[in-house]
C-alpha cells in the first residue's frame, strides 16, 4: 500500500479523555481556576487559531501541499487547536464554581482548604485541595477526587485520619487548615 494512503499517526486525531469523576460527582473548581481555563480557551480561539488557520492559508496558496512542511506542521497545529477548544469547552460546561474563602476561619477541611498533616513517619506535609483540572503536584496542590483530598475531606484539626495508600495504610493527623481571605470587592 502506499505511503499517501496511510494516518501518520492514529495518536493524532484521538480525543483528549477527560479524567473521570467520582459518579455522581460534580467537576469542582476555584473562580481562580476556572479563570485562567477560560482565558486560554479564549486565547487559543481570538489569538492562537487564527494566526495557525492565516499561516495554513498561506502555505497552502504555496502550490504542492505533499512535501509542504508549513502546511502539514500547520494542519497538525490546528488539530491540536480544536482538539484542546473542545476539551476545554466541555471542562467549561461542567465545572461547578466554589469558593474556597466561604470557608475562611473555619477549622473543618472542605474545597479548597490548604491543609498541614503529619503522616506515621513524622513527616509534616502541607497540601491545597483543588479541582482536577487545576491542581498541580508540583505546587502541592491535589485533586479533591485524590486520595489524600478524600480522606482528608471533612475532618478537623485534630483529627487522625487512616490514608490508604498502595504501600499500606497509614495514620495521619491533621495539624492545620487555612482558607483563602475573603477577595475585597
Not at 93 to 121: K, R
Amino acid at each position: 500500500m502506499s505511503k499517501a494512503f496511510t494516518k501518520e499517526n492514529d495518536a493524532d486525531d484521538e480525543e483528549l479523555q477527560l479524567p473521570p469523576l467520582p459518579a455522581g460527582g460534580k467537576n469542582y473548581i476555584t473562580p481562580q481556576g476556572y479563570a485562567r481555563l477560560r482565558d486560554e480557551l479564549l486565547d487559543l480561539i481570538d489569538n492562537e487559531r487564527p494566526k495557525i488557520v492565516d499561516a495554513v492559508y498561506w502555505a497552502a496558496s504555496n502550490g504542492d501541499r505533499s512535501e509542504n512542511g508549513d502546511y502539514i506542521y500547520g494542519k497538525k497545529r490546528l488539530r491540536e487547536i480544536d482538539r484542546r477548544i473542545r476539551f476545554l469547552t466541555q471542562r467549561l460546561e461542567i465545572a461547578e464554581v466554589a469558593e474556597p474563602s466561604l470557608h475562611h476561619g473555619n477549622a473543618q477541611i472542605f474545597f479548597g482548604a490548604t491543609v498541614t498533616y503529619v503522616d506515621g513517619a513524622g513527616w509534616e506535609r502541607t497540601i491545597t485541595i483543588l479541582g482536577i483540572d487545576e491542581a498541580d503536584n508540583l505546587q502541592a496542590q491535589v485533586s479533591w477526587v485524590s486520595p489524600i483530598a478524600r480522606t482528608l475531606l471533612k475532618a478537623h484539626v485534630g483529627d487522625v485520619l487512616r490514608l490508604v495508600t498502595p504501600t499500606g495504610a497509614q495514620d495521619i493527623e491533621v495539624l492545620a487548615v487555612q482558607y483563602p481571605a475573603m477577595p475585597v470587592v
